[in-house]
C-alpha cells in the first residue's frame, strides 16, 4: 500500500470504520473515502456495484453490516440474513469491478460452530459445523461473504482477507439497549439508569465469557492485515472476559454497584469463545488497550454524546 493509494471504507460513520480513518491518517494515508449511508444504499445491489466501480479504489476495508445483539439477532432472523448477504454481494462485487488491489471484509466470531470444534478457535474451523442458532442467520450471511471471496479469488485472483473478529466496542458505536451489542447495551443502560437513579436490568447469569477488543485495536489490526495476510484470519485481544466482568466494571465507573439486577430468563448466548491469534501475531500486532481503560473511554464519549450516538 502506497500513501496515494484510493482507500474506500465501507460503514465509515460506524465503530470500526471512524477509529480507521484516525489510524490511516496518522500514518500518511491521505487519499481515504469513509462511505455512509448517505453515499449509497449497499442493501441495493446494483447501486453498490456502480458506485464502487464507478470510484475505482485500488483497497477495500468492507465493515458495514446490518447489526444486532443476541436479541436482534433472534429476534429478525430473515432481515439479517437478506440485508447482510445483499451488502456483502454488492461490495464483493462492485470491488472486483472495480478491479481492486485487495478487499479485507470484516466477519464474525459468529461463523465458527457450536458446540466449538476446539477451542482455542483456529481459522480453519469455519465449515466444520453449523454455529449457533441463536446468531445463526448472522452467522451463515457472513459465511456466504466468505464463500464468494475465495470463489472470486479462485475465478479472478482476487486477493483478500476476511476478518474473523471477536467482540468490538467504542466510541461511535451503536448503543442500542434492546437489540445491541453487549457492551455498547450496557454502556446505554447504564447511563440511563444512572441519570434516573434507577436499577439496571442486566440479561443472563453473566457467566458466558467473551474476547472484548477495543475499537482503536481492531482498526490497527486491520491496517496489518490488510498490508500483510490474505484469507481468513482472527481478530481479537486475546483476553478472555465473563460478561458479569463488564458489568461489574460499569457499575464501579458509574457507583452503581448496588443496583444491578440480574435477569435469568434472558439469553446468555454462547458460554465460551476464544481465537487462535497466531496469524495476527505473526505480524507483530498487539492490542494497546486494556478493558477498564476502554469500557471507561467508551462509556465517557457516550455520556458526552448521548443525544447524537446511534442506537
Request: hydrophobic share 35%; charged share 20%.
Amino acid at each position: 500500500m502506497n500513501p496515494s493509494d484510493k482507500i474506500l471504507i465501507t460503514g465509515g460513520a460506524g465503530l470500526v470504520g471512524s477509529a480507521l480513518q484516525n489510524v490511516l491518517a496518522a500514518v500518511g494515508y491521505e487519499n481515504v473515502f469513509a462511505m455512509t449511508r448517505k453515499d449509497c444504499d449497499l442493501t441495493d445491489y446494483a447501486q453498490t456495484v456502480s458506485f464502487i466501480k464507478n470510484e475505482k479504489p485500488d483497497y477495500v476495508f468492507h465493515l458495514a453490516a446490518q447489526v444486532y445483539g443476541i436479541m436482534g439477532n433472534m429476534e429478525n432472523k430473515g432481515k439479517s440474513y437478506l440485508y447482510n448477504s445483499l451488502i456483502n454481494m454488492g461490495v464483493v462485487e462492485g470491488s472486483r469491478q472495480a478491479q481492486v488491489k485487495k478487499i479485507t471484509c470484516m466477519g464474525s466470531g459468529c461463523v465458527y460452530p457450536y458446540p466449538s470444534p476446539g477451542l482455542p478457535l483456529t481459522e480453519n474451523m469455519v465449515w466444520q459445523g453449523a454455529p449457533h442458532d441463536s446468531e445463526n442467520s448472522y452467522a451463515h450471511a457472513k459465511r456466504g461473504m466468505l464463500a464468494q471471496l475465495n470463489a472470486y479469488n479462485e475465478a479472478y485472483g482476487m486477493d483478500f482477507a476476511f476478518v474473523i473478529c471477536g467482540n468490538l466496542y467504542g466510541p461511535h458505536d451503536k448503543f442500542d439497549p434492546r437489540w445491541g451489542h453487549v457492551i455498547p447495551s450496557l454502556v446505554a443502560k447504564f447511563h440511563a439508569a444512572a441519570q434516573r437513579g434507577e436499577t439496571v436490568t442486566v440479561w443472563g447469569n453473566g457467566s458466558a465469557q467473551r474476547d472484548f477488543t477495543y475499537g482503536d485495536d481492531a482498526a490497527r489490526a486491520l491496517l496489518a492485515i490488510m498490508k500483510h495476510i490474505s484469507g481468513p484470519v482472527n481478530l481479537g485481544s486475546g483476553n478472555v472476559y465473563a460478561i458479569r466482568e463488564i458489568i461489574e466494571t460499569l457499575a464501579a465507573i458509574t457507583h452503581m454497584e448496588d443496583k444491578v439486577e440480574w435477569d435469568a430468563s434472558k439469553p446468555n448466548g454462547q458460554d465460551y469463545r476464544s481465537y487462535d491469534l497466531s496469524k495476527l501475531h505473526s505480524v507483530g500486532f498487539r492490542p494497546e488497550v486494556d478493558l477498564k481503560t476502554g469500557l471507561q473511554t467508551t462509556y465517557d464519549w457516550y455520556a458526552a454524546h448521548v443525544d447524537s450516538a446511534r442506537r
